[in-house]
């Protein structure tokens, strides 16, 4: 039996009668742990979402940022996914820029790509 997830950032957890999924980050708070750092160095910070992201696609993910080593991620939305807090997510206000603007560069190589992955958003929303 697989281990049920619970979020190391805000402790939440499925109801019993949903799936327990394997989820790249918390449905309900976004956040996730970051695990390793892109030299392979233990981080464990966690990665708070910043911004929301639509594909060229109509691929949707989150971007999240390490409070501890600002590196950033990006991460694909689910299904599952509180519609709630990624709205408070998509509509912060940009008076706080969510990131440094020296980070611009690799945001835009984190988003540049469309993968191949036809993602879950992509094909319901036809
Ligand atoms: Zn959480
Ligand atoms: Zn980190």
């Not at 979020?7 to 019993?16: D, F, I, L, N, S």
């Not at 966690?46 to 590196?71: F, N, T």
Request: charged content about 25%.
């Amino acid at each position: 039996m697989k281990k049920q997830y619970k979020c190391p950032v805000c402790g939440w957890t499925p109801a019993a009668d949903e799936p327990n999924n394997e989820w790249e980050h918390c449905p309900n708070c976004l956040s996730s742990i970051h695990v390793e750092d892109e030299m392979g160095f233990e981080c464990g910070g966690v990665l708070e979402p910043v911004s929301i992201w639509v594909k060229p696609c109509g691929e949707w993910e989150i971007i999240q940022r390490c409070r501890d080593c600002g590196e950033m991620k990006n991460s694909q939305m689910s299904e599952d996914d509180s519609p709630l807090k990624i709205l408070a997510v998509a509509s912060k206000p940009l008076a706080f820029p969510p990131f440094p603007l020296e980070r611009i560069e690799e945001l835009t190589k984190i988003m540049g790509g469309c993968g191949d992955v036809g993602g879950y958003y992509h094909e319901q929303r036809k």
